[in-house]
C-alpha cells in the first residue's frame, strides 16, 4: 500500500507541476502582449517621441525578470535583472548610432545601430559583475551623454504611422522575446539571458516604420524617446536586482513599478515635449516661428 501511495503522490506533483509550467507559459503569453499592445496605442496616439517614450518602459525586460524569479528563483532573477540593467548601455548605443545616421536611410542607420548594441553588450557583460549601484550609475551617464549628442529633435511631433498590423506584430515579437529567453535561460545562464530582454526589437519596428512613414526625424525622435524613458528602466531593474532576493518577488517588483512610474513621470516632464509649437498663421512671417 505504501509504494501504490508513494506512487500516487509522484504522479500528482508531477502533474501539478505540469499545471504550473502550463499556467505559467499562458501568463507569458497574455501578459507580455498586453502590455506591448497598450504602449502601442499610445505611441499611436501621441506621436513619434512619445511612442519611444513609452517603448522603453520594461516591457519585455520587467516580464522576463519577474518570470525568471517564479521559475527559476530569486537569486537568478536578480543576477539577470542586473544583467539587464547593465544592457541599458547597448541601448543607449543603439539609439545614438542610429540617430546620427538616420539621414542616411533606415537600412544604414539599423546596421550602424546594431553594431553599436553589440559593443554595448559586451561592455554591458563586464560590467554586470559590478555592484548595482555603479552599474546604475554608469548607465545613467551613459543615457545622459548619449541624449546630449542627439540630434536636434523635430520640431512638432507628428503623427506614430502604427496601424493594426504593426501592433499585432509587436504584440507577437514581444511574447516571443519573453518565452524565448525564459526558456533559454537554465543553459544559458543569468547574465546572457539578462542581456537578452534588452534586445531592441520593438524599438526597431518602431523606428522603422516612423522613419518610413514620416522621414529621419521621425527615427530619430523614436530614438530619443527610448533614451528619456531608458532612466525608468534602469531605475525599474535596478530596485529588482537590489530586493528580490531579500524582499520577496511580490514587494520587489511593486516597488520597482513604483519606483519606474516616479521617474518616468519626472522624465516625461522634463524631456519630452507634450505639445509641438503651434503652426504659424498665413499672416505670421517665417522667421518668427518657434524653433
Same mark, same amino acid.
Do not use: N
Given at each position: 500500500?505504501?509504494?501504490?501511495?508513494?506512487?500516487?503522490?509522484?504522479?500528482?506533483?508531477?502533474?501539478?507541476?505540469?499545471?504550473?509550467?502550463?499556467?505559467?507559459?499562458?501568463?507569458?503569453?497574455?501578459?507580455?502582449?498586453?502590455?506591448?499592445?497598450?504602449?502601442?496605442?499610445?505611441?499611436?496616439?501621441?506621436?513619434?517621441?512619445?511612442?519611444?517614450?513609452?517603448?522603453?518602459?520594461?516591457?519585455?525586460?520587467?516580464?522576463?525578470?519577474?518570470?525568471?524569479?517564479?521559475?527559476?528563483?530569486?537569486?537568478?532573477?536578480?543576477?539577470?535583472?542586473?544583467?539587464?540593467?547593465?544592457?541599458? %548601455?547597448?541601448?543607449? &548605443?543603439?539609439? @545614438? #548610432?542610429?540617430?546620427?545616421?538616420?539621414?542616411?536611410? *533606415?537600412? /544604414? +542607420?539599423? $546596421?550602424?545601430?546594431?553594431?553599436?548594441?553589440?559593443?554595448?553588450?559586451?561592455?554591458?557583460?563586464?560590467?554586470?559583475?559590478?555592484?548595482?549601484?555603479?552599474?546604475?550609475?554608469?548607465?545613467?551617464?551613459?543615457?545622459?551623454?548619449?541624449?546630449?549628442?542627439?540630434?536636434?529633435?523635430?520640431?512638432?511631433?507628428?503623427?506614430?504611422?502604427?496601424?493594426?498590423?504593426?501592433?499585432?506584430?509587436?504584440?507577437?515579437?514581444?511574447?516571443?522575446?519573453?518565452?524565448?529567453?525564459?526558456?533559454?535561460?537554465?543553459?544559458?545562464?543569468?547574465?546572457?539571458?539578462?542581456?537578452?530582454?534588452?534586445?531592441?526589437?520593438?524599438?526597431?519596428?518602431?523606428?522603422?516604420?516612423?522613419?518610413?512613414?514620416?522621414?529621419?526625424?521621425?527615427?530619430?525622435?523614436?530614438?530619443?524617446?527610448?533614451?528619456?524613458? %531608458?532612466?525608468?528602466? &534602469?531605475?525599474? @531593474? #535596478?530596485?529588482?536586482?537590489?530586493?528580490?532576493?531579500? *524582499?520577496? /518577488? +511580490?514587494? $520587489?517588483?511593486?516597488?520597482?513599478?513604483?519606483?519606474?512610474?516616479?521617474?518616468?513621470?519626472?522624465?516625461?516632464?522634463?524631456?519630452?515635449?507634450?505639445?509641438?509649437?503651434?503652426?504659424?498663421?498665413?499672416?505670421?512671417?517665417?522667421?518668427?516661428?518657434?524653433?
Amino acid at each position: 500500500m505504501s509504494a501504490i501511495h508513494a506512487g500516487t503522490t509522484i504522479r500528482t506533483e508531477e502533474f501539478v507541476a505540469t499545471l504550473d509550467d502550463v499556467a505559467l507559459l499562458a501568463l507569458k503569453l497574455i501578459l507580455t502582449p498586453l502590455l506591448v499592445g497598450g504602449a502601442s496605442l499610445g505611441a499611436r496616439r501621441w506621436g513619434p517621441m512619445a511612442g519611444g517614450w513609452i517603448v522603453s518602459l520594461p516591457l519585455t525586460s520587467g516580464p522576463v525578470a519577474l518570470f525568471l524569479a517564479l521559475d527559476r528563483g530569486p537569486m537568478f532573477a536578480a543576477a539577470a535583472a542586473h544583467a539587464s540593467l547593465a544592457g541599458c %548601455l547597448a541601448i543607449a &548605443a543603439y539609439c @545614438l #548610432a542610429y540617430s546620427r545616421l538616420a539621414g542616411r536611410g *533606415w537600412l /544604414v +542607420a539599423l $546596421a550602424v545601430a546594431a553594431t553599436g548594441w553589440l559593443a554595448g553588450a559586451i561592455v554591458a557583460e563586464a560590467t554586470a559583475t559590478w555592484l548595482v549601484l555603479g552599474t546604475l550609475a554608469l548607465v545613467v551617464a551613459a543615457t545622459a551623454g548619449a541624449l546630449a549628442l542627439m540630434p536636434a529633435p523635430a520640431p512638432r511631433p507628428s503623427a506614430a504611422p502604427a496601424g493594426r498590423g504593426d501592433i499585432v506584430v509587436r504584440m507577437a515579437v514581444g511574447a516571443f522575446v519573453v518565452v524565448v529567453v525564459t526558456e533559454l535561460a537554465p543553459l544559458v545562464g543569468p547574465t546572457v539571458s539578462g542581456l537578452l530582454a534588452m534586445l531592441p526589437i520593438i524599438g526597431t519596428i518602431l523606428a522603422v516604420f516612423a522613419q518610413r512613414s514620416g522621414g529621419p526625424l521621425d527615427g530619430s525622435s523614436v530614438q530619443r524617446g527610448i533614451l528619456s524613458g %531608458l532612466f525608468g528602466t &534602469a531605475a525599474f @531593474l #535596478a530596485v529588482v536586482a537590489w530586493t528580490v532576493t531579500p *524582499w520577496g /518577488v +511580490a514587494p $520587489a517588483f511593486l516597488a520597482a513599478i513604483a519606483t519606474v512610474a516616479l521617474v518616468q513621470f519626472v522624465a516625461l516632464r522634463a524631456l519630452i515635449p507634450t505639445r509641438g509649437p503651434e503652426p504659424a498663421s498665413a499672416s505670421q512671417p517665417a522667421a518668427s516661428q518657434p524653433t
